[in-house]
């Protein structure tokens, strides 16, 4: 198995031209060790997200060139483990978050996790369910931060890329060059106050060429759905995306007009923020794997 670590290559953008750090075949298992999205920075509560170098903030171990991708293609990367460390943190800083207005001081908290359990505080501790927050490729045209989300990955900061799931990504120049980073222990849908349980760790993939999957945007299957996901400069344009290639999605996997696929997501497909905090806002429309089975050719 390949191990990719932080210190064998860190990006903090996502460009039409990115130069691998190693290359892998389709099939091949990976693991990539990552810093925390703060990149080691906070390191106990008096450290804020008011005193940090943003030049190190965000960084995707990474890329990885996968052999025999080229534009037009897919790349399915199956999330297989991922370990993360013994003690993570969230922060909340002013003007960020969706009430980023009401925060008069910024505040680090330092979270153990024990066993799986987030110590939150003596009285609450909750289940850990860790995930990759930033995942990307390099994009067909401009470069972008890796703190934007956008058509190639990047910080998607959905829940459900968690061990189990897979993600789908376009490919847009040969070789596709996956980095990813930014985990969190624990997140829940919007990260409303900016940060999740932020953690280093290590995530092991294992990825695949898809050919005759067409596919525009990044795409997430659980075990029991698929999630079109899409990001956008505001929520409302993110809903909008997420909902147009989820009713066609719907409607060639489940052989259904359009017409009929547009009434079906209404009643059976949720609409729902992955996160309302990034620069642009990721949103995914959740078709249950019981309407489409397979992910649609073609
Ligand atoms: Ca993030």
């Not at 909750?126 to 890796?146: C, D, M």
């Amino acid at each position: 198995m390949r191990r990719i670590s932080f210190q064998d290559g860190i990006t903090y953008t996502f460009g039409p031209s990115m130069t691998p750090i190693a290359k892998v075949r389709s099939g091949e298992t990976v693991e990539f060790a990552c810093q925390d999205a703060c990149g080691g920075q906070i390191r106990s509560e008096k450290d804020t997200l008011d005193d940090l170098d943003m030049d190190r903030v965000n960084g995707a171990t990474g890329p990885v060139g996968v052999i025999g991708s080229r534009a037009g293609d897919v790349i399915r990367i199956r999330i297989r483990e991922i370990r993360v460390a013994e003690l993570g943190f969230q922060s909340i800083v002013s003007g960020h978050g969706v009430l980023g207005d009401e925060v008069r001081k910024s505040r680090t908290k330092m979270i153990p996790i024990e066993d799986g359990i987030a110590i939150f505080s003596k009285r609450i501790r909750v289940p850990t369910r860790t995930h990759v927050g930033t995942i990307g490729v390099a994009p067909a045209e401009k470069e972008w931060t890796t703190f934007y989300p956008g058509d190639h990955g990047g910080n998607l900061d959905t829940k459900e890329i968690s061990k189990g799931s897979s993600v789908y990504l376009p490919v847009f120049q040969s070789g596709a060059q996956l980095a990813m980073g930014d985990i969190h222990a624990l997140m829940a849908d919007g990260e409303v106050c900016v940060t999740g349980i932020e953690i280093a760790g290590t995530v092991r993939v294992q990825v695949d060429v898809l050919r005759g999957v067409a596919l525009k945007r990044p795409l997430v299957e659980t075990a029991d759905s698929w999630m079109t996901l899409a990001s956008a400069p505001t929520l409302d344009e993110a809903a909008k995306l997420a909902t147009h290639d989820g009713v066609e999605m719907l409607a060639r996997g489940a052989d259904l007009s359009w017409d009929e696929a547009y009434m079906l997501a209404s009643i059976a497909c949720d609409l729902r923020i992955s996160q309302d905090v990034d620069p642009w806002r990721t949103a995914k429309l959740v078709i249950p794997k019981s309407l489409v089975r397979r992910l649609p050719q073609g």
